[in-house]
Structures are given as structure tokens and as C-alpha cells.
């Protein structure tokens, strides 16, 4: 699984960031994505984090 934020659309609220810090990282005021793949122990909470994103900003690939 891959996730990828769409920078475009990121309001920076940093939501994801603290549903799932091992997928999610802030890069100045957008959040970023920090691993290739995402880890599966963490493919729970970082669909949550897709899931959550006020703006749907969160791309998830299976
Ligand atoms: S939850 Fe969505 S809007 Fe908020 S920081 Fe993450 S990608 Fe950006």
C-alpha cells in the first residue's frame, strides 16, 4: 500500500500527522508523506488518516 498527499489541495491542519506519525510528516505548512510503503502494521491508521482529512487530500494505492 502507498499514500501520497496532494499538496494542492493540504490545508496543513495536521491531522494525519498525529492519526499517523509513522506515514506522516509536516513539511513546512503541508503535510508529506515519509515512507515508499506503507508499513503494514500502520495500514489501519493511515487509512484512518485518509479517512479524516477535512480536505480528502490523502491519495491511498493498494
Ligand atoms: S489531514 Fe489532510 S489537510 Fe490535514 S495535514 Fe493531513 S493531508 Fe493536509
Known sequence: MKAKVDKDLCIGCTLCVQTCPEVFIMDVEKADVKVDIVPKEV??????????CPVNAIIINN
Open 43 to 52: 495500514e489501519n491508521s493511515c487509512r484512518q488518516a485518509a479517512d479524516e
